[in-house]
């Protein structure tokens, strides 16, 4: 009886193992599939590649202040992009407009800005040299032919021109199938070999139900790979509220639900460049606050800085297409400027959102945005960095054009300020890029460089921290994203008293020496002057899903007097 039982309880035993042992492997076999992108080439239980705010020492009196379980936001109404038409705008070039930067204290930036030329800022400069357009064959007057294809490139082609706006605000994501664009106020699909597939108009997409015009800015683009859905999201300056469009597959030819996110409670409030941002669990939206009624054109007075505000969604309700979304929103907040979103490439529950500023600063400051929904705890690192510069503006030959011959020609390329472009983060390393100044030695002047930042987020130290620059030459809006491997992927625009507005690519491999970029290649040349008062705002660069070693990338320049824009993959 004894040796029965025994036996019988070894028996029970040795089934219980298995089964456990069973629905362990099935859940790490889950788990190895949920993770996707960084599966291949993270160990999924090495606490370095983890993101969790309780993992870090943060502040956690942080002076943003959350609103109550605030309700929900709404559900504007759907729309299917494959019955989306084009838009017909008449051609027209900006020069001198009345518009005002938006920066947080536009009287010391303007300061800065006349200043920057005769500045010799101190910051750590990498010092690069770009290809001599001349071995791509002179054309008359003077311009260039566009260089061989670049052994960094396995597709290019062009994308969306102006008709309409300035500037551009260029946007780019790539999807399993399909690469989408958007850009103040146009939008389209290419396959992945360069075919146009569909153009569709902005305001027709972030507003299906409206049959008045709309004014909207500002669009924001991105694929996430955690859901295999699109998100974009806009400023609707008539509304004075930020659209957020979902597509309801992975499929971005197809049904895309469309909601409306308020900001600011004050009726003249108008929130603009919303960046978005998702986690597993939840999307984000952040937003500068402005007391100009979406008056953009204001006679060269500064509107008054509101503040910046996020509001963090959920995200599985959004993704369920869901015609009412649990939300909280933090108060506008003075003590910022210009919060833009993470990418994260990993898997996480975990937001991140980054600023440096406007110009004049020398911390990174990093929100970790974490917990559930109705628990939402914000935590804040602060590494010191090199202090960031306003840039100056670009330079760039000035020539005359027959269309323009009424209008007052600028002979530079605006550059803005120092806030954050670009932020992606990957196997524990944060990246941002930046607008900053920075002078070469034996130069004539301070000039308009690119800045790059790593912050480990394991030891929430800097490790690299650099300005790009090229002797007596204007770099600009760099956007940067990361392949499977950790290598980064750049695009940034140059120009020089000799040549035009132009597309530089290059890329920074993991074992590369830090604060280095490999030396640019030319993406696309320019052809033609800029002639308006504002450029970028942001160009843009995204991984590509199904192939570890791409990043697209797209950004501005000039064969003519109105933009175009440029798009590539390249392989790092």
Not at 12 to 25: M, P
Not at 82 to 108: C, M, P, R, W
Not at 180 to 190: P, Q, S
Not at 530 to 536: A, C, F, N, P
């Amino acid at each position: 009886m004894k040796q029965s039982y025994l036996l019988t309880k070894a028996v029970f035993v040795l089934v219980i193992t298995v089964v456990v042992l069973f629905i362990s492997v099935g859940h790490f076999e889950a788990t190895i599939l949920a993770r996707g992108y960084d599966s291949i080439f993270q160990n999924l239980s090495s606490p370095q590649y983890r993101l969790n705010s309780s993992s870090y020492n943060l502040k956690s009196d942080v002076d943003f202040k959350l609103n109550n379980y605030t309700g929900v936001v709404s559900l504007v109404g759907q729309v299917n992009l494959n019955s989306l038409q084009e838009h017909k705008f008449k051609h027209f070039v900006f020069s001198g407009s009345t518009d005002s930067f938006l920066t947080k204290g536009y009287i010391a930036y303007k300061a800065a800005k006349n200043a920057s030329e005769a500045s010799r800022p101190a910051t750590k400069i990498f010092q690069i040299h770009v290809p001599s357009s001349s071995s791509a064959g002179i054309l008359s007057k003077g311009r260039f032919d566009q260089p061989r294809s670049s052994s960094m490139l396995t597709v290019q082609f062009k994308g969306l021109e102006q008709n309409c706006c300035v500037p551009p605000d260029v946007q780019l994501a790539a999807g399993p199938t399909y690469v989408m664009e958007m850009v103040n106020l146009d939008g389209a699909i290419y396959t992945k070999s360069g075919s146009l597939v569909r153009e569709f108009g902005l305001e027709q997409f972030f507003s299906p139900s409206k049959t008045s015009i709309v004014s909207m800015s500002d669009p924001i683009l991105t694929y996430d790979s955690q859901s295999g859905r699109w998100f974009a999201s806009i400023s609707d300056t008539t509304e004075h509220s930020i659209r957020v469009a979902v597509s309801q597959t992975g499929n971005p030819i197809g049904v895309w639900k469309i909601y409306n996110f308020p900001f600011g409670s004050q009726p003249d409030n108008c929130s603009d460049q919303p960046f978005i941002g998702a986690s597993k669990d939840k999307i984000v939206i952040t937003v500068n606050n402005w007391a100009n009624n979406c008056n953009w054109y204001s006679d060269n007075r500064p509107p008054e800085f509101r503040g910046v505000q996020f509001t963090v969604a959920n995200k599985t309700q959004i993704l369920a297409g869901s015609d009412a979304v649990e939300f909280r929103q933090s108060e506008s907040n003075m003590n910022y400027f210009s919060l833009h979103t993470v990418t994260a490439l990993s898997p996480s529950s975990t937001l991140l959102i980054t600023t440096v500023g406007d110009f004049g600063h020398n911390n990174l400051q990093v929100f970790y945005v974490d917990g559930l929904l109705s628990n939402l705890h914000i935590g804040l690192l602060t590494p010191k960095i090199q202090t960031s510069h306003v840039p100056p503006d670009g330079i760039q030959p000035v020539a005359a054009y027959p269309s323009a011959m009424q209008l007052q020609e600028r002979s530079q390329v605006g550059t803005g300020d120092s806030r954050v472009q670009s932020a992606v983060w990957y196997r524990g390393i944060l990246w941002v890029a930046f607008n900053d100044g920075c002078y070469v030695n034996n130069d004539t002047k301070g000039r308009s460089c690119i800045r790059f930042i790593g912050l480990n987020t394991s030891t929430s130290n800097i490790v690299q921290d650099f300005d790009v620059a090229v002797f007596g030459s204007s770099l600009y809006y760099p956007a940067l994203s990361m392949d499977k491997a950790g290598n980064l992927g750049v695009i940034f625009g140059y120009s020089s008293n000799s040549l035009y507005p132009s597309l530089l690519i290059s890329k920074h491999l993991s074992s590369d020496p830090p604060n280095s970029i490999e030396e640019p290649q030319i993406l696309r040349l320019g052809t033609s002057t800029e002639l308006s008062d504002r450029y970028g705002d942001y160009f843009a660069a995204s991984p590509d899903p199904f192939d570890g070693s791409a990043i697209w990338v797209a950004g501005e320049y000039h064969e003519q007097p109105t933009w175009s824009t440029y798009i590539a993959r390249l392989h790092t």
